[in-house]
């Protein structure tokens, strides 16, 4: 079984390396960010709640996202294992997550976090394009699609996200520093935390990740 989970700030490379894990390893990603994007998209209740604290760069208060993980987590292509990519985000997430290890009867078993200085998580956030329909993740000049605007995987218009703008970005790595953060001692103190510098390339990190899957 491997639940893993990824931590690093916004644009530190989670989407990218969980999105390689699912491929390499078969486990799904579930990625908080993509389900409240998929809520507003669909104008939810849980979506126009969201909204607001997303596109101001701010966390979505932790009663949402703790119902929504209870749920999420709860679905049976999650029974062997996972990818977790933007939860938990605070202690009291982190709280809830091990109730709900403890109450499965089972605990993560990786903590992979990534790092990468601020400049270069603000010029991964400003060149960074998706695909609203599969997900795949680009880079303007990093990871271009073949087609310019056009995904590789699916063949949909790419777009940039609302929220990656150089102000809320720079919103988005603060509230990290202040909120997200102290869940790196959280799980240092458990012995689980692997760190890994993501301004070294993905192919790195993900080689340095499959070696310890490997293990
Ligand atoms: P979310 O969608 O989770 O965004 P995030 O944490 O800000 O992370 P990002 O998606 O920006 O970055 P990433 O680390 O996945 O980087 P990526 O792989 O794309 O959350 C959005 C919002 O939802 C939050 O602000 C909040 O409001 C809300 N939310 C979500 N979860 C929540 C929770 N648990 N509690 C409360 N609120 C929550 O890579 C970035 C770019 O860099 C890409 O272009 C990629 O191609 C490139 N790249 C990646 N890796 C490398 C590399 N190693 N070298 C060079 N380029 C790279």
Redesign the pocket.
């Known amino acids: 079984m491997n639940r893993i989970l990824l931590l690093?700030a916004?644009?530190?490379?989670?989407?990218?390396q969980a999105a390689k894990i699912t491929q390499n390893y078969g486990i799904p990603a579930i990625?908080?960010?993509?389900i409240?994007r998929e809520n507003v998209a669909a104008g939810t209740p849980l979506g126009l709640e969201a909204k607001r604290?997303?596109e101001a760069?701010?966390?979505?208060p932790d009663d949402l996202?703790i119902a929504l993980m209870n749920d999420r987590m709860h679905e049976d292509d999650a029974k062997n294992g996972y990818i977790l990519?933007?939860?938990?985000?605070t202690i009291a997430?982190a709280e809830a997550l091990d109730e709900f290890l403890a109450k499965s009867g089972g605990e993560l078993d990786h903590v992979f976090y990534l790092t990468a200085p601020k400049d270069v998580l603000i010029a991964?956030?400003a060149?960074?394009r998706v695909c609203p329909q599969c997900g795949a993740?680009?880079?303007m000049t990093?990871?271009p699609p073949k087609t310019p605007g056009v995904c590789d995987v699916c063949g949909a218009a790419i777009i940039q996200r609302k929220?990656d703008n150089a102000e809320t970005a720079e919103n988005?790595i603060d509230v990290y520093e202040r909120q997200t953060k102290p869940l790196i001692e959280y799980y240092e103190k458990k012995g689980i935390l692997m760190t890994f510098d993501?301004a070294l390339?993905?192919e790195i990190?993900q080689a340095k990740i499959d070696e310890v899957m490997a293990a």
């Open positions: 690093g916004p644009g530190s490379g989670k989407g990218t990625a908080t960010g993509d409240l604290y997303m760069g701010e966390l979505v996202i990519d933007g939860f938990p985000r997430q991964r956030i060149g960074r993740i680009y880079h990093r990871f929220d988005r993501s390339g993905s990190v």
